[in-house]
Nanobody, 123 residues
Framework: QVQLVESGGGLVQAGGSLRLSCAAS????????MGWFRQAPGKEREFVAR????????YYADSVKGRFTISRDNAENTVYLQMNSLKPEDTAVYYC????????????????WGQGTQVTVSS
């Protein structure tokens, strides 16, 4: 079993920045591909970014490309999402997820999920 805990969300003005963190425990962190997803009220959970177990396969949704950066620190068992130039449409609950298989943009391919952290971007 893997436990994931997100942190770093909050309220920020449009154009501002936040860095989300996801701390993992329970299994060897480096064995898992990691992803970030988000879900706004009334909408489906959508892919944001992913990173492979070996730091490869970084990939971003078109909506965040050039603004968000995913990274991981296996020594600290943590994955990060640096969010710059935030827009009101980025407002959502952000979830980190771990996959035992290949990296993916599909939520159902991820095996473990955190509780989420709220990001609110004011206009």
């Amino acid at each position: 079993q893997v436990q994931l805990v997100e942190s770093g969300g909050g309220l920020v003005q449009a154009g501002g920045s936040l860095r989300l963190s996801c701390a993992a425990s329970g299994r060897t962190f480096s064995n898992y591909a990691m992803g970030w997803f988000r879900q706004a009220p009334g909408k489906e959970r959508e892919f944001v970014a992913r990173i492979g177990w070996d730091y490869t396969n970084t990939y971003y949704a078109d909506s965040v490309k050039g603004r968000f950066t995913i990274s991981r620190d296996n020594a600290e068992n943590t994955v990060y999402l640096q969010m710059n130039s935030l827009k009101p449409e980025d407002t959502a609950v952000y979830y980190c997820a771990a996959s035992m298989g290949p990296t993916s943009t599909v939520a159902r391919r991820y095996n473990y999920w955190g509780q989420g952290t709220q990001v609110t971007v004011s206009s």
